[in-house]
């Protein structure tokens, strides 16, 4: 959505009529795509349910601002007050003003309220979730049963401690979050750097047009009036009614309760054959090319191939392409320890690795102050490929040592 329906979303802007040479109607081809997505969300909220409903079979129960006793009430407010409270920033809403600049597909909270005393029709509020926020709290259990609640029922539950001065309810706090167009526009211009260039875009991105809104279906329509009016649209093709749980991306974080027999067993890598014995790897790969396939064996082997690169006195240089890295990369750590080392270190970085082009220009900022030559990539063009190639002095000749992936 942030890509591909947002340049969509340009193209019928331009015109609606079909766009050669690829002779398709952008119009057409969105209402596809919001028919088919529909259709996924219609499975997956299915699937999720059913999932919910078999964890409580087992055990697994979860609780929510209409099913909370009292014990229970009273050790969420303890972690409400010491959690969640001090880092909720909500914003009251006056007259017709935008929607406040949040973080793009974040969760928010938008609540009905009104003023204590006072004869003034109801006003609304916005809450972002704070960023890195436990979706699901561990409840203490009731005997045998594991309890857990959504982070979106505490706020439910502690609504009057959110807005003190005004009149809520557990069941006005209704989940949205927005979309923003996220291309990236990089100009033309040949007097500045491609980094640069991405620099400003990424600031760009940051207010780019919204294209997409969901919110929990049971929202009133007057309170999702509230959202239109500030998104400044009309259009209600870019809203679509969701589950009263979004972002459920954030399963992932899902305790397991100590249930390992509810869990997918990790997989160990496999040890390659090769690479068992201790020992320099430039003497192992002499010996045979060695193959790896990811994830069944370790990347570690990869990392140590560089760490041992880093330090052996007879390698002369190391390029390498990257595209995406961790923020805490063990390659652009022994990348900066090579460099340090003495080793001359060419960097071919994909600037335009979609969404982490922020992170990209950080790593290559940090290669940059150790020592390490950084090629930015070529604008337009990305660099998937995984290459590495290590020159070793060996006796009177300079041997190669080349990994592709």
Known sequence: ??????????????????????????????????????????????????????LSSKGIKQINEKTVTVDQKKFLAEYFRKEL?????PVILHGKTPLPQFTDNRLNFIAEIKAKNQSHPNQYAIIELPEKTKRFIQVPATGRIKNYIFCDDILRIFAEEIFPSFVTTKTSLY????????ELDIDDDLSKSIVEKMSRSLNQRKRGQYVRTIHDREMPPIVLEQIMRRLRTKDTANITAGSRYLQLRDLMQFPDFEKKE??????KP????????????????????????????SFDNIIDFLRECAIDPEVRTIRITLYRVARNSGVISALINAARNGKRVLA???????????????????????????????????????LIQVSRKEGAKTVRYVHIG
């Open 1 to 54: 959505y942030r890509v591909r329906v947002a340049t969509l979303r340009r193209a019928i802007g331009i015109s609606k009529k079909p766009i050669d040479p690829m002779d398709f109607n952008p119009d057409e081809t969105l209402r596809e795509i919001q028919q088919v997505v529909h259709l996924q969300e219609e499975i997956f909220q299915k699937t999720f349910l059913e999932n919910l409903a078999e």
């Open 175 to 182: 989940a949205f979050k927005t979309i923003r167009d996220a």
């Open 348 to 386: 071919v970085v994909g600037l335009q690795a979609r969404f982490d082009e922020e992170n990209n220009i950080a790593v290559s900022r940090a290669l940059q102050e150790a020592g390490v030559r950084i090629i930015p990539g070529v604008q337009g063009l990305k660099v998937h490929c995984k």
């Open 262 to 267: 509810l869990c997918f067993q990790p997989i």
């Open 85 to 89: 409270k001090p880092w909720l920033v």
């Open 270 to 297: 496999i040890v390659h054959q090769q690479l068992q014995t201790v020992g320099s790897i430039f003497e192992k790969i002499k010996k045979k090319d060695i193959l790896l396939h990811f994830p069944y064996h």
